[in-house]
């Protein structure tokens, strides 16, 4: 079975200070991972995602993520932060090709970012 | 109408009442996903739909009711809540139930609170 944890329920950062949400995940074979944003009392929106390639993926609004095989990592980043990043986000995984999971998203229990001006 | 919708935004009931929520994706999606998510509470994965055809159930109580006529759409139907219930519901639509990425697509939600 595959799991996501996400090490931080919360993260609080001043205005254009850089910001890393970590996720680590367990899947016992090749994943397919995202991250999603959700603002307040609204639906998740997919932020970026990893499919296969360059182990660096950029998403919208100045966000990035590395994919790290070895680390079973896939940790979210932005060099510096808005008011406007202020949000809950969630680090998801869906298992390859091969396996139970295969494209069966597991979320992550989300990490509350407070951007403080 | 783009994306997946869902009404109503917002609804207040008492628990004696009977409610649904409805979710309607325009993707062209075979699968359909109920979530429910508690203040301080992870994400919690209600029922899947694959094909019209529910394949997972997560031991949610027979309170909640889904249905699910044809690919498009997808009803909660809601009868003599708990104030536990309050939440928000999130309906999501994915290409398929299993292959593929998994990537879904999420609605807006309904925020429910029972009174």
């Known amino acids: 079975a595959q799991s996501v944890t996400q090490l931080d329920s919360q993260v609080p950062v001043f205005e254009e200070a850089p910001v890393e949400l970590r996720c680590n995940y367990s899947s016992s074979v090749s994943v397919y991972l995202f991250w999603y944003v959700q603002y307040p009392n609204q639906g998740l929106q997919l932020l970026l995602k990893?499919?296969?390639?360059?182990?660096l993926v950029k998403g919208i609004n100045g966000f990035e993520a590395e994919f790290n095989k070895s680390q079973t990592s896939f940790h979210l980043r932005k060099p510096s932060v808005h008011i406007s990043d202020t949000a809950e986000y969630f680090c998801?995984?869906?298992?390859?090709?091969?396996?139970?999971?295969?494209?069966?998203?597991?979320f992550g229990q989300g990490t509350i970012l407070t951007v403080h001006p | 109408e783009t994306g997946v919708t869902q009404t109503p935004r917002h609804l207040v009931m008492g628990m004696t009442n009977k409610k649904s929520l409805k979710c309607e994706q325009h993707?062209?999606?075979?699968?359909m996903y109920w979530y429910k998510q508690s203040a301080k509470k992870p994400l919690e994965l209600m029922f899947v739909y694959s094909l019209e055809e529910r394949v997972e159930n997560n031991s949610v109580p027979s309170r909640f009711s889904p249905e699910c006529p044809n690919s498009s759409h997808l009803f909660l139907h809601l009868h003599t809540l708990q104030p536990e219930d309050s939440a928000l519901y999130l309906c999501?639509?994915?290409?398929?139930?299993?292959?593929?990425?998994?990537?879904?697509?999420f609605g807006p939600g309904t925020r429910l609170t029972v009174t």
């Open positions: 999501a639509s994915s290409q398929d139930w299993a292959g593929g990425s998994g990537e879904q697509y």
């Open positions: 990893y499919l296969s390639g360059s182990t």
């Open positions: 998801a995984v869906s298992g390859g090709a091969g396996g139970t999971s295969y494209g069966k998203l597991t």
């Open positions: 993707l062209g999606h075979n699968a």
